[in-house]
Structures are given as C-alpha cells and as structure tokens.
C-alpha cells in the first residue's frame, strides 16, 4: 500500500507562482511514474505533468513552459512548479503514482485558487 498526501495549494494572483507536493509513504520501492492531475469543478481529472522512474518527464501543451514536475534524490516526493498562473488554472490539483506492479494511487487532493 502506498499513502500520498499533498501540500502547498491556496490562493495566489494571475501570473504568480506556487509549488505543490506530494509525499509519498508505505511500499515506494518500485515506483513506475509520479503525476500531477487536476480536477475543475465538475469536470473530469486531467494529467498537468508526470516524471516516469527513468526521469524522463511529459506535459500537456496546456501547461508546457508553466509548470515543471520534479522529484527529491530518494523518489519519494514530487514537487510541481507552476508560475504564470492564470485563473483558469483553477482546480484541485492530485498527485498519482503508478508502482512497478501496475497498482495505482490517489491523494486527496489541494486546493489551487488563482485570482485577484
């Protein structure tokens, strides 16, 4: 089993930035690959950024050149970069991992608000 739990969202204006983390806990030994989705309000999740195990990484043109995921030395944490902020950037942002085995993980969830 594996346990993520993210931090960092909140209210920041257009074009700032903010970072958001996710840690993750429990059985993290083979871990295949890491993403950050987003959620809006009634919509479905959308994938912002991943980091697979061999470090390679991958973005929709939506948030290319904006947001930047990246991982701590032991694997475990995840961070996503995001500058240039823009209102419609607005949503509950999810961390997901992926372990070698195929099994799949969620957190719960942080809140991100761009606004004035």
């Known amino acids: 089993q594996v346990q993520l739990v993210e931090s960092g969202g909140g209210l920041v204006q257009p074009g700032g930035s903010l970072r958001v983390s996710c840690v993750a806990s429990?059985?993290?030994?083979?871990?295949?690959?890491m993403r950050w989705y987003r959620q809006f309000s009634g919509k479905r999740r959308e994938m912002v950024a991943a980091?697979?195990?061999?470090?390679?990484?991958t973005y929709p043109d939506s948030v290319r050149g904006r947001f930047t995921i990246s991982r701590d030395n032991a694997g475990n944490t995840v961070y996503l970069q995001m500058n240039s902020l823009k209102p419609e950037d607005t949503a509950v942002y999810y961390c997901?991992?992926?372990?070698?085995?195929?099994?799949?993980?969620w957190g719960k969830g942080t809140l991100v608000t761009v606004s004035s």
């Open positions: 429990g059985s993290t030994e083979n871990i295949s690959s």
């Open positions: 980091i697979f195990s061999g470090g390679g990484t």
């Open positions: 997901y991992l992926r372990g070698g085995d195929g099994m799949e993980y």
